[in-house]
């Protein structure tokens, strides 16, 4: 909301300087957005007197106007108007000048003849303006005067950001005016006195109270006015409103002024009685802008006998709208009931400045004074306002009460105010305290509890007279549930590993599926999403994760490692369910910038070997194996599927293909896909074993394998063979050479009671040896 | 031969300065006290002598041989030692050259700042609780009194998704209501949840999933002050001790009274500047105490207990504590971007 400080007088005895103004509303919960100074630009606009008026010597349209400046010489300026005689004072805007619809003056030459600066007409002043005339300007200013001066000078306007709740009441000069005036301890000037309606039969009936509880119908006859007032003009276009119509401009500053929207109808264009009632469904009205409003039931409308007038509280209708003619109007003051209102405006869009007012909620008391200060200023403005008929109907609400406590004030707010520090601050807000209750100002439909007491208590005396303290409960250590512990170590152990974590957002579309991925058969659509590539929630992390990879590659040749825990998203009926999945995938292709690098083909193993140590770490109950069905898009040669305990797939790790890769900027990509993880309570004890003090004895030993058989395999019937004292066994070299698969394990055995002697160990490896031809290995010949 | 003096082992001195080589300086060893050299065959002849005069003779022979042996020693120290630095040097490296640092990951920089908030608030004895993404409207709205057409539901877009009755959480406050169920009643609840949350909006400084922590205190007593005291400890500890505080009214609807934070601003250090439009300050949460009607929802009477709330952006203090002035980016997962939080922050823990 906008708010000139000089509108503030009107309502304030003493306006304070701009900086006090700023930091009461800040006390107040008013955010003061921006302060802007208005009128700078008519510092250059001077008054002048016109001494000859010619006509142009190549224009039949133009005349040529000189013009006595104060303190300078003569100027002759070339102009279309068809008034400015001699004699006539006129605003003038010399070359350089800024105008309000942005243009910078400078000589021009029309037809021959220079013409520096311009002579203005009131809109070129950016103001109300019926003929496009030059502005004749009749008051007491000396020549060589400026515009500021007529206009009062410059006016410093606030862009205010007002919270919802203080939005209810405090969208109007007069609502921060009572703030400045509660929080500053200021002087309030008294409001008009109450418009006195005369309840002539006839003229309205109100079919709905309680959507409209009080209605005010008061008939005027207004004769004598072209303009608006123009210290009117000049607040309403400070705030930058456009001013428009004596009486539009009057209801218009009643808005901003009192918070209070009002409404003007043609007499001429209404049949009487005016009625309110809600709309019938299927009825059709042309509102002021034009468009047509297909009305529903529970619209609330403003209706002559031939149909609806205006779409209550929101906006007017056509065909009973004021119009340059209007010399008779009917004036609507009312209340509305704002959660009626605020639904209309909901559903048919319609924002205007009094759906925002009444639909917040108005203050019913100033139903008959805002219709009088409407009364008020035409008439200063000088027009006939003759009283017409007039009727209101409704009783005026009874002002809420709710009890005044006190110490429950003092106890949540956590300060030791007295009663009368607090009655007095509520005062300060036209809280009134009676005994043991406290009534409630007519505009504050925010405030229902002592709670919202405590708000305006704290707001009044100010949040920085609270005492600082802390919570007295017992203090308890906090804790992360296990399952959370559970995942921050997953995220650890991969940034220990070398995979960076991102954070991808979860929105997804078949769409931009490169690999199909759905792990759970029915996902879960969002009914508005902000693009189309983003309908549903995704299904499946790794998809999200390879368009990362994507993403780097296509920016820079490195090697990229990454990985993310996070929910995927699923439909069970009418429920969602968010399971965690953990997704890794890392490029294998051998980087120039690597200083020595795994051999491309050897590169999964450190991927497969990362996932290795993080089941070691965590105790994940899971293993790789290699005879499941993969995903498609997987590699066939260099893959595996990850199984549970219960021998269920819960992932797979592996290659992608080289064509999927290729997709992703990559010739190799690893991955690794968990899509059921969790954190295993059972811990094994002892797990860690003692060290030996006897010496390790190494073999190694050559094996020659048929081709099909995996180094899995081999190490299953070594340890099957349960070699008493086999401690460690490991892979050190695997080629294919003419003869076939060789692989060399290494043996470490080591005792825990006594230093192994050869024979012992050549007895344990002779077993082995024997156990392994039986499969077809032989012993590599040297 | 008589018996050396000073003169003579000024002599070996000499001669073993001289000596260029290892190889020479074994010649000058021999010649001294190799086992036909002068000093040895000397102790040789003291066989000859009286005991009395053999003793005499033979202890200051003795003490020349030690000396000897000692200045032949140090003096093919010496020369091995230059004899290494010129094998050395031929193995020379350009320790200009960067280091090679080990391949390591990096925590994304929004989980690093919610683990520094979290710890915080474990230490202060806050609990961690956790709710659903994907949440009622009754949780995420009417539980916390936004009823239907309520001007606040306006505040913020919601995503919806085509389950009856649900939506994308938009703030992690519906764990406030989760929470007090949780805790059946029990004293104090004192938790915090943190989360992803969604809005209906894309720029620079809203992104339409980002991270918030809630905080919530319920237990007899608990006041305005209590929770200015929290707040204040809270910027202290994330901020430092120079930051400044302020606090403002403001206006949630599942809080009565609402109060909003601001901080110094960072970019200016309070006196005023672009980021903080002039006013020295930044907000940097929104809280208040719990509104008697989410008291109930939580099932708990507000005449006998009471609380406190707050509400905290995990990217707005990223954006903070790492001065990022655009939050896409964390989105994009662009990895030189995202390793670039690798520089120390001045946070141990961060
Ligand atoms: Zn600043």
Known sequence: MKLSHRWLARHLKEVPEPAQVASGLLQMGIEVGSVETWGEIYREIELVEVVERRPHPHADLLSLVTVRRALHELVTVVTGANNGFTGDRLWYAPPGTHLPDGRVLETVTMRGIPSPGMLLSAAELGFQDTTGDLWIYHGDLPLGSRFIDEVGGTDTIYELELTPNLAVFDQSVLGIARELAAVLELELTPLSAPLEYRQDPGVAEVKDPLACPVYGLSGFEVAGIQNSPLWMQVLLVAIGLRVIHPVVDVTNFVLWDLGHPMHAFDQQRVVLPIEVRKAAEGEVMILLDGSECQLRADDLVIADQIGPIALAGIMGGQRAAISAETRQVWLESAYFNASGIFLSMRTHRLS???????????????????????????????????????????????????????????????????????????????????????????????????????????????????????????????????????????????????????????????????????????????????????????????????????????????????????????????????????????????????????????????????????????????????????????????????????????????????????????????????????????????????????????????????????????????????????????????????????????????????TLTDSEVDIQMGHAIEILRGQGMMMRER | MGLPDSNELKDLSDQLAAASTSLQVQEVRAEWIGRRGRITLALKGLSNLAPEERRRQGQILNAAREQATRLVDERLEQLRQQEEDVQLLRERLDMTIAGVEPKVGLLHPLTRVRRLLEDLFLRMGFSLAYGPEIETTWYNFEALNIPENHPARDMQDSFFVDLPGMVLRTHTSPVQIRGMEAAKGLLPVKIIAPGRVYRRDDDATHAPMFHQIEALVVDRGITLGDLKGTLMAMATELLGKSIATRFRPSYFPFTEPSVEMDVTCAACGGTGCRTCKGTGWVEILGSGLVHPVVLQNGGYDPQEVSGFAFGLGIERLAMRIFGLDDLRPLYQNDLEYLMAFDRYTGRPML
């Not at chain 1, 305006?456 to 007295?472: C, K, N, Q, W």
């Not at chain 1, 070997?609 to 105790?619: A, S, Y």
């Not at chain 1, 003869?739 to 290494?746: A, D, F, K, N, P």
Request: with cysteine; net charge neutral.
């Open chain 1, 352 to 754: 205007t400045d009094a759906a925002i007012h009444f639909g917040k909620g108005t203050d019913p008391e100033i139903v008959p004074v805002a219709a009088q200060a409407t009364v008020d200023i035409l008439s200063d403005c000088g027009a006939m306002v003759t009283k017409g008929s007039s009727t209101i109907i409704g009783q005026m609400p009874m002002r809420r009460r709710i009890r005044f406590q006190p110490d429950r004030i003092r106890s949540l707010l956590g300060v030791d105010w007295t009663n009368q520090d607090i009655s007095q601050a509520l005062d300060r807000l036209r809280f009134q305290v009676d005994g043991d209750w406290i009534s409630i100002p007519s505009n504050r439909h925010d405030v229902t509890a002592t709670e919202d007491l405590c708000e305006e208590v704290a707001r009044v005396i100010g949040l920085d007279m609270i005492p600082v303290t802390v919570p007295h409960s017992p203090n308890v250590p906090g804790a992360r549930n296990q399952e959370v512990e559970f995942q921050e170590r997953l995220r650890d152990l991969w940034v220990e590993s070398g995979y960076c974590e991102v954070v991808t957002r979860p929105f997804w579309s078949p769409s931009r599926d490169v690999v199909t991925m759905a792990d759970v058969p029915d996902p879960v659509r969002i009914s508005n999403p902000l693009r189309a590539e983003e309908e549903m929630l995704r299904t499946s992390l790794l998809p999200h994760l390879l368009e990362v990879v994507g993403y780097n590659r296509s920016r820079r040749d490195q090697p990229v490692a990454i990985f993310e825990l996070a929910p995927i998203y699923a439909r069970k009926q009418d429920r969602a369910e968010e399971p965690m999945q953990l997704a890794v995938a890392e490029i294998l292709d051998d980087y120039p910038q690597y200083p020595k690098g795994l051999p491309e083909n050897l590169a999964i193993y450190r991927l497969k070997g990362t996932l290795e140590w993080v089941i070691r770490r965590l105790n994940l109950e899971i293993s790789t194996v290699t005879d499941r069905d993969l995903p498609a898009f997987m590699h066939p040669g260099r893959s595996a599927t990850v199984l549970n305990t219960e021998k269920r797939t819960v992932g797979f790790l592996g290659e992608l293909r080289p064509r999927v890769a290729s997709r992703y900027h990559a010739k190799r990509i690893g991955v690794l896909s968990l899509f059921d993880i969790h954190h295993t309570k059972s811990a094994i004890s002892g797990v860690v074993p003692s060290p030996s003090r006897y010496p390790e004895v190494v073999r190694d030993l050559s094996l020659v394998v048929p081709e099909a058989s995996t180094v899995g395999t081999l190490n299953r019937i070594v340890l099957d063979a349960h070699l008493a004292d086999l401690k460690n066994l490991r892979l050190i070299d695997v080629f294919s050479g003419q003869w076939g698969r060789s692989v060399t394990l290494r043996m470490v055995f080591q005792s825990n009671t006594r």
